[in-house]
């Protein structure tokens, strides 16, 4: 019976290492015979596949977070929407790789909704005319489905997600992950490693359970090289619908996001407020962008994203001045 690929040891060498397969902590791994063959080390196509697939989408943005329950599913579908409604000249899409718990199809209202196949490849559910969504739950007989996979098949399905969606012309692909720092983070840094990943933004929350596990997705990021476009505290206050009145719902006892983005030299984006009236449309499906435009998570994120906008112009005239600089100094 052949080797079924199964999970690694906690201190595993890694698959492209010369002790793949031989060191002591492969002892009783599953995949052992398998990586001492060498058979792991040969390229995976799929690179390839996906860095072809992807050569027209302009930005990849990751929405991080080391903890659960932090509100990046709310957060990618808040930004993605800000971005189509602010930039209807450019093409959004959002790719849910949270496969065991995809949220967007019920948050973008677009559940029940049906995966179509063509010559080119899966094509995405559009939710506006420049809003696209591709996710796990369009494949699922009933929200209420349980994935139940191991890592490879996880590989398989965000590989899939990659290089076989049809995605056209993007100008920014979101993409919201699951918490902690496992399969489906480790599957898409590799595929996209080649196809270029503009960056992460980090999601996080006021008190320190939460500030713990997100400065450990901070340091995967920093691990495996994936720029760090910003921190955003979400639920940072509540505010109530009816007086407007706000209180602190997670007590910021060391700073929140804002201390350790300055702790960690990393740009703060912002602070979103919790208004349940976002979590009533989230729930229902509904654009809360014209249910609820003055709403204060509305303004305020309006603000993070044109300061997104700012920084990264910023760092790009930075880039290019020190690119002119460069090439003065050696024709000099």
């Known amino acids: 019976m052949a080797d079924v690929p199964g999970e690694a040891p906690e201190h595993c060498p890694g698959t492209k290492s010369e002790q793949a397969g031989k060191a002591s902590a492969c002892a009783g791994c599953p995949n052992q015979k398998l990586c001492a063959s060498g058979a792991t080390k040969q390229a995976d196509p799929g690179i390839e596949l996906v860095k072809e697939r992807l050569s027209n989408v302009k930005h990849k943005i990751l929405i991080l977070s080391g903890k659960g329950g932090v509100g990046k599913s709310t957060v990618t579908s808040l930004i993605s929407r800000v971005l189509a409604d602010s930039n209807p000249d450019k093409n959004i899409a959002v790719l849910d790789i949270d496969i065991c718990g995809p949220s967007q199809p019920r948050i973008l209202g677009a559940l029940g909704e049906q995966i179509h196949q063509s010559g080119s490849g899966w094509s995405p559910v559009y939710i506006e005319d420049n809003l696209s969504l591709m996710s796990i739950g ?38 919201d992950t699951p918490p902690g720092t496992s399969d489906e983070h480790l599957s898409v840094t590799t595929y996209l490693k080649s196809a270029g990943i503009t960056g992460a933004i980090v999601i996080t929350t ?51 996001g804002c201390a350790m983005a300055a702790d960690l030299n990393i740009d703060f984006l912002g602070s979103l407020p919790l208004d349940p009236l976002i979590a009533r449309c989230c729930d229902e499906g509904k654009n809360f962008l014209t249910d609820i435009p003055e709403s204060p998570t509305i303004l305020v994120l309006q603000e993070i994203v044109k300061k997104y906008f700012e920084i990264q112009s910023l760092k790009e005239i930075t880039v290019i001045s020190e690119n002119i600089y460069r090439n003065v100094h050696i024709y000099i």
């Open 138 to 175: 369009f494949l699922l007989g009933s929200p209420s489905d349980a994935v139940i996979w191991r890592g490879p098949k996880k590989n398989g399905m965000i590989r899939q997600f990659l290089s076989e969606v049809d995605w056209g012309n993007l100008d920014y692909l979101i993409l």
């Open 206 to 256: 006021p008190q320190q359970v939460a500030l713990l596990d997100v400065r450990k997705e901070i340091d995967f990021c920093n691990k495996v090289n994936i720029p760090i476009l910003g921190v955003i505290e979400n639920m940072s206050l509540f505010v109530c619908p009816k007086c407007k009145n706000s209180a602190e719902i997670f007590p910021a006892l060391t700073g929140g």
